[in-house]
Each structure stands twice: as structure tokens, then as C-alpha cells.
């Protein structure tokens, strides 16, 4: 059966001018191979597709990776790799230089004196950013986990539980529904805390009449999901209702607009323009979203930054948020799929403000 993903990277190898590349990186081995094990590479050529990984894994790689010539590798896995590259008569070779250190990069030199080691950056992640069906089935199903998550963990918010039992009830339900971990370090900010963006779960406790900030997502089958929701825990007061009005509209705004065909830019436009006309734009002081999959931060980004166009597949969250020191912050999250004419929300958790008492 040929592997489609290895077919697109040949076609960015021979664009590149390399004859072969070597992927080091754990999660794009993963992708190109579906080989989940914790140690191997692969190397790619025009005509091969090799994933050389050690004895531990002799039975489960070649399951995994189909449409692979599986080569068990002995101490040294780079000399392996020189083997394989002399007998295939490559001279030069690409690497990803955002994952191999210097230390490697040396080694490898080392061994392949006669091969030209070509810097590239990027080339399988420019793949990961467009999700095939079989992905998205994963993430519908890591989003629909996540929002399952948010309906129980409202029932366990009240004043007196700490933000670490209510991220570690948040961990349990989706761990026990099949997820195999959070996909990242639970946030949940309460009261002032809630003004941290990125504030994971402490020992204080929920009190009354304050924003609970819970940001967290579902790691299953290999990708992420990625939501927040903020409410209030007693009786919201007049600045709660604002600022979060506020973010609402502009999350709304965002979904409502974004097509394929934008920029990473102009899609945060979309949130910052609506934040920043109200007064609140230097208190929104993080991109719009984020690309997701493998990966709970990946390319492209809806950023002020951004310059990749948005196109069919793409996986995106929407997150704008207000945060004001002293007082608190909301910050409301979905995870998007642009299609061919507009976007596919695949979270779907309630938006209004929840108020609990
Ligand atoms: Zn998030
Ligand atoms: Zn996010």
C-alpha cells in the first residue's frame, strides 16, 4: 500500500535538491511511519523508505510501519545510517535542523565524510498542517472528549475545591473516556489568578463571586484537543460581564469569518480589532490561536506574525482573551478546521456565561 505521506515528502525532497533526508524528530517519524515507539529514524529517498529503529521494537515496528523496510540497528544508529547511505550511493543528505544538536550533527559528519549534510527546516511539519480525514476523525473525537470533560467538571466546581483537584478531576475523566493523557499541563487560574494566560493549576481554592479559567485538552491516538472555558463561581459582577462579553463577541466575530484563504494574520485581526475597540487591545497580549494536531502548538498560527495561508484541512484554535492584573481574566477557545468554503467547529461546549453557585 503506498504511504501518501512519504509520496508528499518525496515530492519536498525533490524540490529541496536532496537525494535523501533523515527525520529525527520523534512525532514526524510518527506521522510519516505510524511507528509509536520511543527511538528510531527515518530515512527517506526517492526510492527507499526505511525506519531503522533497535531490538526492543523488532516485532512491533514492522506492524506499525507499513510500506517500510524496517532495519534494526546495533550500538551505533548513525553508523547504520552511513551504511545505508553509501550503499545507496547518496551524496547528500537532509536533516531537521530545529532537532538534531550539534552534538549529533558532528557525529554524523563524522561518519559520512563523503555526504553533504543539508540544513532543512520544517519540511514534514509544512505536511502535518494539513489534516487527511482519518486524522480529523482522531481530533473530533480528542475535541468531543474534551467537551464531554467540560460538561462533568462543571458539576465538580464549587467554592472550597483547590484548582489542582479540579485539573486532576479534569485528568481522571478524560484518562477513564480513553484519552491517554492531558495533551498539556492542565490550566486552571481562579480569581486573580485568572489574569495569568498560562496559569496551570495551584493549591488555591475556588471562593465565591470569581472567575474559574480552565484551559486543557484531551491527548488521544496520537493528536490533541485544546479548549478553554472561563465562568464565574457566585454572582458575577459587572466587570466580569463585560470582559467576557467582550471576548465572546470577538471569538464569535472569528468563527463566523475565518475562511481558507486568509492569512495567519488576518485571521487575528478578526479577534484584535473587535478587543482593541473596546480598550482592551494591551490586555490581549497573545496570538489569536494556534495550529494543533500532533502537537498541542504547531504551524500555522493566527498571530500578528502570521504568513501562512490558511487552506482546506488546516487545524486551528480560536482563543482571544482579556486578562487584567489584579482583577482576572477570561479567555474563550475552540478548535477549527478550515474547510473548502469556511470552517468546521469540532468543540462544542456551551459559550454563554455559566454562572455556579
Ligand atoms: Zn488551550
Ligand atoms: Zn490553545
Known amino acids: 500500500m ?37 527511538s528510531g529514524v527515518v530515512l527517506i529517498t526517492a526510492d527507499h523508505a526505511v525506519l531503522l529503529t533497535d531490538f526492543r521494537y523488532r516485532e512491533q515496528a514492522p506492524l506499525q510501519a507499513q510500506g517500510f523496510r524496517v532495519v534494526e540497528h546495533g550500538a551505533e544508529m548513525n553508523a547504520a545510517v552511513a551504511e545505508l547511505l553509501m550503499e545507496w550511493k547518496i551524496d547528500t543528505l537532509l536533516f531537521e535542523d530545529q532537532d538534531v544538536t550539534f552534538a549529533a550533527y558532528t557525529v554524523l559528519g563524522k561518519k559520512l565524510p563523503s555526504v553533504k549534510l543539508l540544513p532543512s527546516q520544517g519540511i514534514v511539519e509544512k505536511l502535518r498542517m494539513v489534516k487527511d480525514d482519518s486524522e480529523l476523525a482522531i481530533m473530533q473525537a480528542a475535541a468531543d472528549l474534551a467537551d464531554k470533560a467540560f460538561d462533568h467538571i462543571l458539576g465538580y466546581i464549587r467554592p472550597g475545591v483547590t484548582e489542582a483537584s479540579i485539573a486532576l478531576e479534569l485528568e481522571v475523566f478524560m484518562r477513564s473516556h480513553g484519552a491517554a493523557s492531558s495533551s498539556f499541563e492542565t490550566i486552571v487560574a481562579s480569581g486573580e489568578r485568572s489574569a495569568l494566560p498560562h496559569g496551570v493549576a495551584s ?41 467576557y462579553e467582550i471576548v465572546r463577541e470577538a471569538q464569535q466575530y472569528a468563527l463566523d469569518h475565518l475562511v481558507p484563504g486568509m492569512t495567519g494574520k488576518e485571521g487575528d485581526a478578526l479577534t484584535r480589532d473587535i478587543i482593541t475597540r473596546y480598550g482592551y487591545g494591551e490586555y490581549f497580549g497573545h496570538g489569536t490561536g494556534h495550529g494543533l494536531g500532533m502537537e498541542i502548538h504547531e504551524a500555522p498560527r493566527l498571530s500578528l506574525t502570521g504568513n501562512v495561508v490558511m487552506t482546506p484541512g488546516m487545524t486551528v484554535t480560536v482563543e482571544p482573551g482579556i486578562y487584567l492584573p489584579g482583577f482576572g481574566g477570561v479567555r474563550i477557545e475552540d478548535d477549527i478546521v478550515f474547510t473548502d468554503t469556511g470552517i468546521r467547529i469540532l468543540t462544542h461546549s456551551p459559550k454563554q456565561l455559566i454562572v455556579l453557585d
Open 2 to 38: 503506498p504511504n501518501l505521506r512519504v509520496t508528499l515528502l518525496r515530492e519536498q525532497l525533490a524540490q529541496s535538491g536532496g537525494q535523501a533526508i533523515l527525520v529525527t524528530n520523534a512525532v514526524n517519524r510518527r506521522y510519516l511511519s505510524g511507528f509509536t515507539g520511543s
Open 203 to 243: 493549591s488555591r481554592i475556588i471562593e465565591r463571586d470569581e472567575f474559574v479559567k480552565l484551559d486543557y485538552g484531551a491527548y488521544y491516538q496520537g493528536y490533541c484537543s485544546d479548549i478553554t472555558r472561563t465562568v464565574v463561581v457566585g454572582k458575577p459582577s459587572d466587570k466580569h460581564r463585560e470582559i
